[in-house]
């Protein structure tokens, strides 16, 4: 009697599908940065359907922190716009699941906590806007540091939809006023993934008392010929969902992002 | 004993806020059209709150035809982003009053038709980009005819949010090729009214078998030097819920829009 031997083929994560496939059948594990290069990657946020009309309405009112690129039907896993097979319970490598706005859990799939009420929003990432500002050959710190990108609450209040309020959480990347003014340009191109900065350089006017001391992410140096230029965040709805504390809600485990079979570069106005 | 004459003062209707003050009041009537030149103008759908959420998920899925500027919390007749003073039941000169999918009523306000449970939605509308297309010097030729753009129902098809779902509306306007491509520019500038043409030229792939033959509005002479060009129109919202026939609905009045504070150039990505 022959035995079949196991053939183990190494998943292909140069696509979105490819990349879902291998974080679904457990071959990828950890932050998807790098996986899937030209690919959309989004942040998650799962509440229940008695607040999704609000929280879409939040979403409509704040399209730069919170830049909507699907929503699901209520109890509804799939996202077809963002991928014919995607299946939200599975195909993240890691979540959070909050109640009451505590953590409670940080599961791998979603198989055992999933509910028949929930809506899934999907928000755009910063990765989209930073793979065009490299193409341009403008240099990110933190992506050559091999760090988190610093983010900082800041006091830019996000216009309400009750309940869900709160201040606008930034990220910040260091750059020379030459390279700011193209970032600029180039941003301004990708309204759908958080668009133009907020903000460039006095980080005391925003509320960042400074600029070495991330409220997430890791501190990354501002040279003395730099401007800090700050982005409005996909971290927001994650801030504002925590000071709601809703009973329900599940997020991405940060860095651990949904990849889409949409091209960043379908988000290009110009 | 001396009476006081009644004066009756012209009313200023330059800004959106006069013109909102101008319509309450009963001095202006009728179309919109020209009212507080450089504020958005928006398209009206009231729904159910049972219907709000796959309404918004509607929106967010096609936002070409279907750019939504504002919504209101449940009930709340206000939209303060779009105007402090705005009133829902009172800001727009006729309205249409929806049962089933038939058209009950054309009331001048919403006051006795309101409900506790309705959701306002506001979409940009095509004033705004022409605006800017005609500050460019480029001729509209409904508006140089004093008459309504012609407006198609197309093979496009939306992208459902279950239970709304059918044909994308369009509107056309004939230019020459050179200001094609230049409208094609200016209005990519304007990606929440609307924003770039969806179609140029060869009406018969979009399912349109005659040009002078609209669905809604009137004719315009496409000559033989020009190209019609078609923009998503906002139409196409009111189209799809005649389509689902939501058992109570109120639109605004073809022509009779909301005018709000905000500032078409408010809008412009660059």
């Known amino acids: 009697m022959t ?20 974080i679904r059948d457990g071959l990828h594990r950890g932050p998807t940065a790098g996986l899937a290069p030209g690919y959309v990657q989004g942040n998650l946020a799962v509440l229940p359907r008695a607040l999704a009309p609000d929280f879409m309405r939040f979403c409509q009112r704040n399209p ?15 996202i077809p716009e963002l991928g014919e097979d ?13 109640k009451n706005g505590e953590l409670v859990a940080e599961p791998d799939d979603l198989n055992g906590v999933w509910r028949d009420d929930l809506v ?11 793979e065009a500002l490299m193409a341009e050959g403008i240099e990110l710190r933190h992506i050559a540091r091999g760090c988190n990108v610093p983010m900082y609450r800041t006091s830019i209040a996000t216009a309400a939809a009750d309940p869900f309020h709160g201040p606008m959480v930034v990220s910040m990347r260091p750059m020379t006023p030459a390279n700011a003014i193209r970032a600029v340009q180039i941003t301004t191109r990708f309204p759908a993934v958080h668009g133009a900065p907020v903000h460039i350089g006095k980080p005391e006017l925003i509320g960042i008392a400074d600029v070495m001391k991330p409220d997430y992410g890791d501190a990354v140096e501002v040279r003395d010929d730099e401007l800090p230029v700050f982005w409005a965040c996909g971290v927001t709805p994650q801030s504002v969902i925590a000071t709601v504390k809703p009973e329900f809600c599940i997020t991405h485990y940060p860095g651990s992002m949904l ?8 988000f290009a106005v110009l």
């Open 86 to 98: 995607l299946d939200i319970r599975t195909d993240i490598p890691r979540y959070r699941v909050w």
């Open 120 to 130: 899934s929003f999907v928000l755009g990432c910063s990765f989209s806007f930073e």
């Open 3 to 22: 035995v079949a031997p196991i053939r183990r083929t190494e998943p292909n994560t140069d696509t979105g599908r490819g990349a879902r496939q291998a």
């Open 64 to 78: 730069k922190p919170c830049p909507l690129i699907g929503v699901s039907a209520p109890g509804d896993w799939r």
């Open 259 to 266: 990849v889409t079979d949409r091209r960043n570069t379908e």
